[in-house]
């Protein structure tokens, strides 16, 4: 999209439900500060998520369990102040809505009041369904996630795929029904096989967003960092990179840094000066102490 291009409707959840309905697909990506919200929605894309995969690609955690909601929320409130068009999501953190009902609805009215989110996500767990139930009972648009759920890797065997024999694909399919009935506006299936998201996507009358989940989903997801080749910490077999920015950031620095040592920044040009009389003046005074 052109730096100068009118701007764009307001993406909506009605929209979404007509792009699924016509077969066009749905773009989301995800963001974690104002220059990268900002790029998302100068590109145009349609749902934007703040995913705790912040964790990792900016905070530097070792997964995504240790981000907490106050750091989530931090990275939330600048994405939300660089977008107009698109959807915002925001990931509740791991810790923050298992508890109760209660506990999910207060942090979820968090990412809602204070950082300005259209919907929040929660992962598939054992009590997923009833907290997606009681967020969209007090009023608050969910996203659910299914598949390879990162905050529980451990408990599936690790960053691995999910839904690989008829039985787990029907445990995925399966979880991905009970949200929807638990009111989700939408669903990401992240790590499955193509087949059971095309077994899946009929299924469901919500759109259904694949991150590593073959082409027949409504949409697709991919982390900011990953595609723009801006993360140094390996990539999932379902990445493409479109860009390697952290290459070229590399070499901006090294030259940045090479014509400090040399001498050859900054130039003339890139300072200021005083009037000649000034500048007399200036050592006259400096003389006269």
């Known amino acids: 999209m052109s730096a100068h291009a009118s701007p764009r409707t307001r993406v909506t959840l009605a929209g979404l439900a007509a792009k699924k309905a016509a077969g066009e697909p749905i773009v989301m990506v995800t963001a974690y500060d104002h220059p990268s919200a900002q790029i998302a929605e100068a590109a ?7 995913g705790d995969s912040a964790a990792m690609t900016v905070l530097g955690y ?3 369990v240790p981000v907490t909601i106050d750091e989530m929320l931090m990275l939330t ?10 959807l915002l999501v925001g990931d509740l953190p791991f810790g923050s809505y298992e508890a109760s009902d209660e506990v999910a609805i207060a942090t979820a009215q968090r990412f809602v009041k204070e950082a300005g989110c259209d919907l929040v996500k929660i992962e598939r767990g054992g009590t997923t369904v009833h907290r997606a139930r009681a967020l969209v009972q007090a009023g608050i648009p ?6 390879l759920t990162p905050q529980t890797a ?3 065997g690790g960053y691995r795929a ?4 008829a039985q787990a694909a029907l445990a995925v399919i399966d979880d991905a029904l009970a949200l929807q009935d638990a009111g989700c506006s939408m669903l990401v299936v992240e790590a499955v096989p193509a087949e059971v998201t095309a077994a899946l996507v009929p299924l469901l009358d919500i759109p259904v967003i694949g991150i590593g989940a073959g082409a027949d989903a409504d949409g697709q997801v991919l982390v900011f960092h990953d595609l723009l080749g801006l993360y ?8 493409k990179r479109y860009a390697d920015l952290r290459a070229a950031a590399i070499a901006g620095v090294e030259a940045y840094a090479a014509e400090v040592r040399s001498g050859a920044y900054p130039a003339a040009e890139h300072g200021y000066s005083m009037p000649r009389e000034e500048a007399v003046r200036l050592e ?6």
């Open 232 to 239: 140094d910490g390996g990539a999932a077999k379902f990445v």
């Open 77 to 86: 409130k600048a994405v939300r102040r660089g977008l107009a068009a698109p």
């Open 162 to 165: 999910q839904g690989r024999t």
């Open 142 to 147: 969910v996203v659910g996630h299914v598949g």
């Open 44 to 50: 145009g894309v349609d749902v934007v998520l703040v």
């Open 154 to 156: 451990v408990a599936l």
């Open 62 to 64: 070792d997964s995504t």
């Open 284 to 289: 006259e005074l400096l003389a006269g102490r």
